[in-house]
C-alpha cells in the first residue's frame, strides 16, 4: 500500500490527496506550514495555511491562489482529512494533520514547544506517523527558559548604555523580531527597526497582531537618535554598510545556534542570545513521545544522530532528506531589500 | 531615549538584582566571565579592559593563577578526555556515541560537557568558590586514585554554571588557549601596577611556581628575590610584506639564514646552567649536550639562539630533532641519531649586566668573543649573510633550501633587543613555500570559531589510477571559501566514519608547506613540515593534480 505521505524530488506528496507540504518546486496544490522562505516558496498554483499565514504570504510571495483556515478546522481533501495544528515556531506556523483511512500522519514543520505568547502555543498531535524537523536534535541544545534570556537582553542593552552604545540586536524579521521586540519594549520606548522587519511588523499590526510600536530606520534620520537606544535587524544587515549609522554600537545576535562559543565567535557578534524558535533536544524527544506515534521521521537538522537516538529508545525512526534550510543553518530569508 | 527612560531602565535593572558590578562576582565566576569576555572580542582593546577588570576585582590568589595560566603554565592534565566523556555520559545517561557526535559539532570536550550536564536550578548566582581553589585541588588531584578524581570531577560539575564549568573542564584537561598574547596581559598588569611593562614581562618569565607565589611577590615594585633561571622576553620579528629594497642602505642592515629550529636562550647564572625554549619551556634535561657549557661558560651570560639538529658542520632536517623533542628521557641512541646543536643569534646578558640596549652591532661583537674563545664544535655563531646590494641578497637567498634554511632574517645593525613581536628594526624573509596540487578526499568538522563546519581536511596525490593522502591541512581558506567547501561536503560526502566523511575527490587546492621529510607513518611515505591551503585551484580538474613521484622528487631534492 502506498503510503499516506510520501518523499519525493519535488517535497512531501500525499497521493491520495493530491497534495504536497511545503513543496520546494512548484506544484499544483501546497499546504503551507509557515511563511519562512524555506518552506514557503513561489510559483504553486493553490496555497493552502493559516489564516495568520496568509498575509505573510502575499507579503513574501505576492499575489497567488490563497486559501487560509483556523487551527483544529478539518477540510477534505478528495478523501483525504486535512487539519492545522499550531507549531509554536512563528506567528501562523502549523502543524498539517493528515488522515486517510483511518491513518494519522503529521507533518512537524519547523516547531518550538515553549509558548512565546506571539506564535499560538504548540500542541502535540497523536499521530501514527510523525515527520519532525531536527534542526537542533543533539542533546547539547537545551534552551533556557524564554524569560531568562529576554532578562539577558535587557541586562545586555543597559550595559550598552551605560557604555553609551547602541544595542543592535540581530533577529529573523519574521518571527525572532517580534519576540525580541516584546521583550526589550518592557524597557524602552524607542525602538528603531530594518526595513525588512518594518514591512513584516506592518502586516502583522494590519491583520490585528498588538505589538509595541516601533520606528523605522530611515536615511533622513540623524545619527544622534539612536544613541543608546536599540535597534533590530535582520541576519542579512549584520556586517553591512547600513550598520554603520549606529556607530558606536554592540552586537547581539539572537539565535539557537548561539548557544556554541564557536558558532558566535564566527559571526563575531559582541554577545549571543541563545534565543530560538525551534525545539530543544528535549522538546523534540517529549514531542515524539506525546504524539504516540510508532513511526517516525527525521528531517532537516541532525537526522542521522536524532533518528538513531530514537531507534535506541524503541521508537522506529527513519532520516529524510529534505530541500528545507541548509543542513545546519536558520532558515535563509528572501534576499530582502535594505530600502536604500 | 529620553531621561525619565533611561532612569526607569537604571532602576529596573537595580531592582532586577542584576549583577553588573564585578566584585559580586565568584571567584569561579569572574574568571569564566574573562575567558568569555577575551573569547568573543575581536579588538584588543576590548580585551586590554577585560584584563584590567579582571586584575582589579580577582582575588589576589586567582590573579596569580591566571598570571600563569595565560603564561602557559597550566596545571598538568590528571586526566584524559576518555575518562571526561565516559563520566559525562553516565551521568547524564547518554550513550557515549551521543556524547561524541555532540563533541564533533561543538568542536570542544570542555564546552561540549559544559553544555551536556544540567544546570543545578538553584546555582547561587554570586557565591562559588575561587578559581585558585579548583587549580589547588587539580594539584591534588595527580596523587589521587580514579575514584577519588571521579567523586571531585563530578561534584565540581553539580556545582558550577555551565560557563564556569567549561573553564573548570579546561583546566582539568589542560587545553586551555586564550586568544591573549603575553604582552597584552603585561600591558593591563601595568595599568593596576607601578612597573614598567618590559619589567612585568620579564617578572613573570621564568620558573616560579604560582602555588607558592604571591602577587605582591610577584609584581612588587621592588625586586625582593632573584631567580636565575628567568630568561629575556624574546624579540620576535614579523615577515617582511613590503620589497626589501624599501629598507634603506644595505650596509645599515645585518643578514643572517633564518633557521628552523627550537628558538632558545641559554642562560649561566650563579654557576648554573639553564636552556628555556620559546615557549617558555625549561629544556634544560632535554639537551645533554649542552651541559659542557656549564663549566665552559662565564657567569652572567644569556645567549639567544637556535637549537638545531646539527652533525660534522652541518644543519640537518629539522625531522630529525622532531624525534627525539617529545621524548620524556633522552637515550644514547637519540643523542647519536639526533644530535643538537645551538646557533647563537645574540647575546642578552653579559657579566651579569642585561645589554639589550645596546646595538645589535656591539652585541654581536661581544657574542663573536664569547662563542670562540668557547672552542666548542656543537656552539656556533649563526653566520652573517654578506652582502652589498638588495639584488645581491635577493640571490643568495635562493640558496636557503639547499642548507636546511628557512630564508633570512634581516636586522638593524642599530637595533636594540626589544620585547616581543615589533615591527621596524627586524624582519625575516623566508622563501617562497614548496607546492603541490592536491585533491580533497577527506573532510572533518573543525573546532573553535569553526565549529559544525567542515575545514578540516585530508589531501591525496595520484597514484598511478589511484590516490593516496599524504597530509592535512587546516588553513588558509577565508571564512567564504570554508563556507564553499563545507557546503560542498554535506552535499558530496560518501562515507561518514565517526567524524570523517569521505568526500568525492573533486575540489583541487594548491599545498604549500616549508619542508619535506620521509616518514613510514604516512601511506605516501612523506611527512610535510607546515603544510597549509595556499588557494583553491578552482581552474583545475582532479585530473591535473600531482602525483607522488613528484612527491618523491622533492623527498630527494629537499628531504635531507
Redesign the interface.
Known amino acids: 500500500m502506498a503510503q499516506v505521505i510520501e518523499f519525493t524530488d519535488k517535497g512531501l506528496y500525499c497521493p491520495a490527496g493530491q497534495f504536497y507540504i511545503d513543496p520546494w518546486k512548484p506544484v499544483d496544490k501546497a499546504i503551507i506550514t509557515h511563511a519562512h522562505s524555506d518552506h514557503a516558496r513561489p510559483g504553486n498554483q493553490y496555497y493552502l495555511c493559516h489564516h495568520d499565514t496568509k498575509p505573510m504570504l502575499q507579503l513574501r510571495l505576492g499575489d497567488h491562489h490563497y486559501q487560509s483556515i483556523g487551527w483544529n478546522e478539518p477540510i477534505y481533501m478528495n478523501e483525504v482529512k486535512v487539519s492545522l495544528h499550531p507549531a509554536g515556531h512563528i506567528i501562523g506556523s502549523s502543524q498539517v494533520r493528515v488522515e486517510y483511512k483511518g491513518e494519522v500522519w503529521v507533518v512537524s514543520g519547523d516547531y518550538k514547544t515553549e509558548d512565546d505568547g506571539i506564535s499560538g502555543a504548540f500542541e502535540p498531535v497523536r499521530c501514527n506517523t510523525f515527520i519532525t524537523e531536527s534542526t537542533f536534535g543533539?542533546?547539547?541544545y537545551?534552551w533556557k527558559p524564554q524569560e531568562t534570556i529576554y532578562?539577558d537582553i535587557?541586562?545586555w542593552?543597559?550595559?550598552n548604555?551605560?557604555a553609551g552604545k547602541t544595542s543592535v540586536l540581530i533577529a529573523y524579521s519574521l518571527g525572532k523580531a517580534q519576540r525580541v521586540l516584546n521583550a526589550v519594549a518592557?524597557?524602552?520606548?524607542?525602538i528603531f527597526v530594518h526595513g525588512a522587519i518594518w514591512n513584516t511588523h506592518q502586516v502583522l499590526t494590519q491583520a490585528g497582531h498588538v505589538l509595541p510600536a516601533v520606528i523605522r530606520v530611515t536615511p533622513e534620520l540623524p545619527k544622534e537618535v539612536f544613541k543608546?537606544?536599540i535597534v533590530i535587524a535582520p541576519p542579512s544587515a549584520d556586517g553591512t554598510p547600513w550598520m554603520k549609522r549606529f556607530a558606536p554600537y554592540s552586537v547581539g545576535i539572537c539565535s539557537g545556534w548561539m548557544?556554541?562559543?564557536?558558532?558566535?565567535?564566527?559571526r563575531?557578534?559582541?554577545?549571543?542570545f541563545a534565543l530560538s524558535d525551534h525545539a530543544d533536544w528535549k522538546g523534540l524527544l517529549e514531542t515524539v513521545k506525546a504524539t504516540g506515534a510508532e513511526k517516525v521521521f527525521v528531517t532537516h537538522g541532525?537526522q542521522?544522530?536524532f533518528s538513531?537516538?530514537l531507534n535506541?529508545q524503541g521508537i522506529a525512526a527513519g532520516e529524510v532528506k529534505t530541500e528545507f534550510g541548509?543542513?545546519?543553518e536558520e532558515a535563509v530569508e528572501n534576499p530582502e531589500k535594505t530600502d536604500e | 531615549m529620553s531621561n525619565t527612560n533611561q532612569n526607569e531602565l537604571k532602576t529596573l535593572a537595580e531592582t532586577r538584582n542584576h549583577t553588573i558590578t564585578a566584585p559580586t562576582l565568584g571567584g569561579m565566576q569572574l574568571f569564566a566571565q574573562l575567558v568569555q569576555q577575551l573569547g568573543m572580542s575581536t579588538k584588543t582593546n576590548d580585551k586590554l579592559d577585560a584584563l584590567v577588570n579582571y586584575f582589579t576585582h580577582a582575588d589576589p590568589k586567582d590573579k596569580v593563577w591566571v598570571i600563569a595560566l595565560f603564561s602557559g603554565r597550566r596545571p598538568r592534565r590528571t586526566v584524559n578526555s576518555t575518562q571526561l566523556q565516559t563520566w559525562c555520559a553516565e551521568l547524564i545517561n547518554l550513550p557515549l556515541w551521543l556524547l561524541e557526535e555532540s563533541y564533533h559539532t561543538v568542536g570542544d570536550l570542555s564546552e561540549t560537557i559544559a553544555l551536556l550536564v544540567p544546570e543545578r536550578a538553584d546555582t547561587p548566582a554570586t557565591a562559588g568558590k575561587p578559581l585558585h581553589y579548583y587549580v589547588e585541588q587539580f594539584l591534588q588531584l595527580e596523587k589521587a586514585d580514579e575514584q577519588e578524581k571521579k567523586t571531585f570531577i563530578l561534584q565540581s560539575w553539580d556545582e558550577l554554571t555551565s560557563k564556569e564549568r567549561f573553564v573548570f573542564n579546561k583546566l582539568l584537561s589542560s587545553t586551555f588557549r586564550v586568544g591573549v598574547s603575553q604582552g597584552l596581559m603585561v600591558n593591563a598588569l601595568a595599568k593596576i601596577v607601578q612597573l614598567e611593562p618590559s619589567v612585568i614581562a620579564h617578572r613573570i618569565s621564568g620558573n616560579w611556581d604560582p602555588a607558592t607565589t604571591n602577587f605582591e611577590e610577584l609584581l612588587s615594585e621592588q625586586d625582593i628575590s632573584f631567580d636565575y633561571s628567568k630568561p629575556y622576553p624574546f624579540y620576535l620579528a614579523y615577515a617582511i610584506e613590503e620589497e626589501v629594497s624599501n629598507l634603506g642602505e644595505p650596509a645599515e642592515w645585518q643578514a643572517e639564514w633564518k633557521w628552523d629550529g627550537i628558538r632558545g636562550q641559554i642562560i649561566k647564572r650563579d654557576n648554573q646552567l639553564f636552556v628555556w625554549s620559546r615557549g617558555e619551556d625549561l629544556i634544560t634535561g632535554k639537551f645533554p649536550e649542552f651541559s659542557a657549557l656549564q663549566a665552559k661558560l662565564p657567569d652572567g651570560v644569556v645567549i639567544d639562539g637556535e637549537i638545531l639538529p646539527y652533525r660534522d658542520g652541518q644543519v640537518l632536517n629539522f625531522n630529525v630533532l622532531q624525534t627525539r623533542i617529545g621524548r620524556k628521557n633522552v637515550t644514547k641512541k637519540n643523542l647519536q641519531e639526533a644530535p643538537a646543536g645551538l646557533f647563537a643569534y645574540d647575546l642578552l646578558e653579559l657579566g651579569g649586566q642585561d645589554i639589550r640596549h645596546l646595538s645589535l652591532s656591539e652585541r654581536r661583537t661581544a657574542l663573536e668573543i664569547l662563542i670562540n674563545d668557547l672552542q666548542l664544535p656543537f656552539i656556533q655563531l649563526s653566520p652573517i649573510v654578506d652582502f652589498n646590494s638588495w639584488d645581491q641578497l635577493t640571490q643568495l637567498r635562493e640558496q636557503a633550501r639547499n642548507i636546511n634554511s628557512e630564508g633570512l632574517m634581516l636586522k638593524r645593525k642599530s637595533s636594540a633587543y626589544l620585547v616581543g613581536r615589533k615591527r621596524g628594526d627586524w624582519w625575516k624573509w623566508k622563501i617562497d613555500p614548496l607546492t603541490i596540487d592536491a585533491v580533497m578526499v577527506y573532510a572533518q568538522k573543525g573546532a573553535g570559531r569553526r565549529s559544525n563546519l567542515y575545514t578540516d581536511y585530508t589531501f591525496a596525490v595520484k597514484d598511478g589510477d589511484k590516490l593516496v593522502t599524504f597530509t592535512k591541512a587546516y588553513s588558509g581558506l577565508t571564512d567564504k571559501e570554508f563556507a564553499q567547501v563545507d557546503a560542498f561536503v554535506k552535499r558530496n560526502s560518501i562515507e561518514k566514519f565517526g567524524p570523517v566523511r569521505t568526500v568525492k575527490p573533486e575540489l583541487v587546492f594548491e599545498i604549500a608547506f616549508e619542508g619535506i621529510a620521509a616518514s613510514n607513518r604516512h601511506k605516501s611515505g612523506v611527512a610535510l613540515r607546515f603544510p597549509r591551503i595556499s588557494r583553491w585551484r578552482t581552474d583545475k580538474k582532479p585530473e591535473e593534480i600531482n602525483t607522488v613521484e613528484d612527491l618523491k622528487k622533492m623527498l630527494e631534492l629537499y628531504g635531507k
Open positions: 543533539l542533546p547539547i537545551n532578562s535587557r541586562h542593552v543597559h550595559s548604555q551605560l518592557e524597557v524602552t520606548g524607542n543608546g537606544n548557544q556554541v562559543r564557536g558558532h558566535q565567535r564566527r563575531n557578534a559582541d554577545a549571543g541532525f542521522s544522530a538513531r537516538y535506541e541548509a543542513e545546519e
